[in-house]
């Protein structure tokens, strides 16, 4: 497995949307908890900011996104950060 850094926690998180026919990249939200290593908690943000501008371009039937994920590099869900 690479070594988790800042910028592979931002590259290999995804968009997570319970409503069905708009599982974004397939995964369902597992818990709803946000944990966040310190060292993230900036980049994290961003990666939730930017989230929110997304939404604005997505078809309105799939806009409930409800968290941000974050995967090591064998697929582990990381985080799970509500939106």
Do not use: H, W
């Not at 060292?39 to 941000?68: G, S, W």
């Amino acid at each position: 497995a690479r070594e988790l850094t800042e910028e592979s926690l931002e590259t290999i998180g995804f968009f997570v949307n319970r409503d069905p026919g708009c599982v974004t990249n397939g995964v369902r939200v597992l818990k709803d908890r946000c944990e966040v290593e310190p060292a993230f908690a900036t980049r994290f943000q961003k990666a939730r900011d930017l989230a929110k501008e997304k939404l604005a371009a997505m078809n309105p039937a799939c806009r409930r996104i409800l968290a941000y994920v974050t995967y090591d590099a064998n697929g582990k869900v990381i985080n799970i950060c509500p939106l």
